[in-house]
């Protein structure tokens, strides 16, 4: 009666590991969903980022997406509010730790996000700061087939100004045209350029139109590197 007892115990436990296993795996392999995020600035009400409900405001999409999801604009001119951003890290300075007072655009931070458009031709980013796409502490992220411009050079000559600037980040930046942010502040010596990375990012940069800029086309400062391929860069200082 024992030895049976202990049979169908020992049984029981080896069904409850087999299981639990069984579950573990399951865990182990499961990969979150990506969901799709929809912006339009031509609709004529807010939605809830839905093809039939997109959002109207890109900033408001990125603030609501989850890392991992995918932002797609819809034909259209999309424009940033002006943030002030304040660094305790220089990029372009001999002493690394210096505040640095200086303005962003749109502002990626603390996760992975795809912001995509259908072409440069349709689709537009107007930055209206310094910095004008900011990707910080944003590990895998991709922006793609959209036009940034309109950037606006910040007072501070410490600033690293560009279209997009990341720092502490992994960003490829493929098919943008990066135009016409050639606004200057005539008192600092340097202008707006087009990507830049800061503080050890790593970025993937093919297929990009880099033109008429205030600065460098690109520049990497304090670690940052970077693939580079395929790209026009004219106009610039």
Same mark, same amino acid.
């Given at each position: 009666?024992?030895?049976?007892?202990?049979?169908?115990?020992?049984?029981?436990?080896?069904?409850?590991?087999?299981?639990?296993?069984?579950?573990?795996?399951?865990?182990?392999?499961?990969?979150?969903?990506?969901?799709?995020?929809?912006?339009?600035?031509?609709?004529? +009400?807010?939605?809830?980022?839905?093809?039939?409900?997109? +959002?109207?405001?890109?900033?408001?999409?990125?603030?609501?997406?989850?890392?991992?999801?995918?932002?797609?604009?819809?034909?259209?001119?999309?424009?940033?509010?002006?943030?002030?951003?304040?660094?305790?890290?220089? #990029?372009?300075?001999?002493?690394? %730790?210096?505040?640095? +007072?200086?303005? %962003?655009?749109?502002?990626?931070? /603390?996760?992975?996000?795809?912001?995509?458009?259908?072409?440069?031709?349709?689709?537009?980013? $107007?930055?209206?700061?310094?910095?004008? $796409?900011?990707?910080?502490?944003?590990?895998?992220?991709?922006?793609?087939?959209?036009?940034?411009?309109?950037?606006?050079?910040?007072?501070?000559? /410490?600033?690293?100004?560009?279209?997009?600037?990341?720092?502490?980040?992994?960003?490829? $930046?493929? /098919?943008?045209?990066?135009?016409? /942010?050639?606004?200057?502040?005539?008192?600092?010596?340097? #202008?707006?350029?087009?990507?830049?990375?800061?503080?050890?990012?790593?970025?993937?940069?093919?297929?990009?139109?880099?033109?008429?800029?205030?600065?460098? #086309?690109?520049?990497? +400062?304090?670690?940052?590197?970077?693939?580079?391929?395929?790209?026009?860069?004219?106009?610039?200082?």
């Amino acid at each position: 009666m024992r030895s049976l007892l202990a049979a169908i115990v020992n049984s029981a436990a080896l069904i409850i590991l087999g299981l639990l296993a069984l579950f573990l795996g399951c865990a182990q392999q499961y990969v979150p969903e990506t969901n799709t995020i929809f912006v339009s600035s031509n609709s004529t +009400y807010e939605g809830d980022g839905t093809f039939r409900t997109p +959002y109207t405001s890109l900033q408001q999409a990125i603030d609501a997406a989850k890392s991992g999801d995918k932002i797609m604009l819809l034909p259209g001119v999309y424009k940033a509010t002006s943030e002030k951003f304040v660094e305790d890290l220089c #990029g372009n300075c001999l002493e690394a %730790r210096t505040t640095v +007072y200086a303005t %962003r655009g749109f502002l990626i931070e /603390n996760k992975r996000i795809t912001i995509s458009g259908k072409d440069p031709d349709s689709c537009t980013l $107007v930055t209206s700061a310094g910095y004008g $796409v900011l990707f910080l502490n944003s590990v895998g992220s991709i922006i793609e087939n959209v036009r940034i411009t309109g950037g606006v050079r910040d007072a501070d000559g /410490n600033a690293t100004d560009a279209a997009i600037v990341a720092k502490f980040s992994q960003v490829t $930046v493929n /098919n943008c045209a990066i135009v016409d /942010n050639d606004q200057r502040d005539t008192t600092v010596v340097v #202008g707006i350029g087009g990507i830049f990375g800061r503080e050890g990012s790593e970025l993937f940069i093919t297929n990009n139109r880099i033109i008429n800029g205030g600065w460098d #086309g690109i520049a990497l +400062y304090r670690g940052a590197k970077a693939f580079i391929a395929d790209n026009i860069i004219d106009q610039g200082r």
